[in-house]
């Protein structure tokens, strides 16, 4: 399942290492993908696992300053 997120606070390379390495602690991510320009985040998981909004919150809080748009 793939679910999309808008992210405030990706600037660089190096926020979407952090960011990125933060999703894929959470059991059931396969894959993320961010769109720097669009400030977009993409999560892949596992079959029929949905995140919610608490776990990508806390996640984006591990890597730095980034929010939820």
């Excluded at 390495?21 to 029929?48: D, F, H, P, R, Y």
């Amino acid at each position: 399942m793939e679910q999309k997120w808008s992210v405030k606070g990706l600037t660089c390379g190096h926020c979407i290492a952090s960011v990125t390495a933060e999703l894929m602690k959470i059991e059931g991510v396969e894959k993320v993908e961010i769109v720097l320009n669009a400030n977009e985040i993409s999560i892949v998981t596992t079959e029929g696992n949905q995140l919610n909004p608490d776990q990508v919150t806390l996640a984006l809080n591990e890597a730095g300053e980034y929010l939820l748009a």
